[in-house]
């Protein structure tokens, strides 16, 4: 079993639906990335997150760190959120680990218009 | 503010060969992590570098190896190079403060073909 787990694997909605993308997680965490990935492109960091909820624009982002679980969540979704979100987890303590991340698989996100 | 600058942006080598990639991170971030991203296995974690030190290591083989500079410019280097090397090979800077990690950017990324 990976130790991130992200679903759906892929997802496809119509411009304006409000979007949830789920990150679970097996180990313990200093905290939890959310990234985003265009065709192509380079990675993006949308968040960083320890304790509860941050929001960006159309973005939130939210963990409980009791049920090792985290969503992001993208309302009114526009066809330029089309890419790959993808979540990463910080493993151990603040400095024990320094810096490796383990990524999750991916989620590919499709908007249409 | 400049951001995460990797060279070259893509690479043809032989197998066989070795290759050097560079990273020069954010002005005052002193973390620089490498990640090598395939379709196959997505994103992994190669190694971390803080103040010079490689403070990780994730699992690859001994033919991965890097280092950070005094100016904390990082550089990467796999040597004996083969098919299976062909990635996406990203750099990611982040400033680091008592409290953990902070401002954690990615670079563009260097695309290693091997043929």
């Known amino acids: 079993k990976n130790e991130v787990e992200q679903s759906p694997q892929n997802l496809t909605a119509q411009e304006g639906e409000f979007i949830t993308i789920n990150c679970s997680y097996s180990v313990g965490i200093s905290a939890l990335h959310w990234l985003q990935q265009h065709p192509g492109g380079g990675i993006v960091s949308l968040f960083m997150l320890s304790s509860g909820k941050k929001k960006h624009g159309r973005l939130i982002a939210t963990i409980n760190i009791q049920e090792k679980h985290s969503s992001l969540h993208i309302t009114a979704s526009h066809p330029r959120d089309s890419a790959v979100y993808i979540c990463a987890v910080r493993l151990g303590g603040q400095m024990e680990y320094g810096n490796k991340l383990v990524f999750g698989a991916g989620t590919i996100l499709r908007v249409k218009s | 503010k400049a951001g995460v600058t990797q060279t070259p942006r893509y690479l043809i080598k032989t197998r066989g060969q070795q290759v050097t990639l560079s990273c020069s991170p954010i002005?005052?971030?002193?973390?620089v992590s490498w990640y090598q991203q395939t379709p196959g296995q997505g994103l992994q974690f190669l190694f971390e570098y803080f103040s010079e030190t490689q403070r990780n290591k994730g699992n690859f083989p001994g033919r991965f190896s890097g280092r950070q500079f005094s100016n904390s410019r990082s550089e990467m280097n796999v040597s004996t190079l083969e098919l299976g090397d062909s990635a996406l090979y990203l750099c990611?800077?982040?400033?680091?403060?008592?409290?953990?990690?902070?401002?954690?950017?990615f670079g563009s990324g260097t695309r290693l073909t091997v043929v």
């Open positions: 002005s005052g971030h002193r973390s």
């Open positions: 990611a800077s982040g400033l680091v403060s008592g409290q953990g990690y902070y401002g954690y950017t």
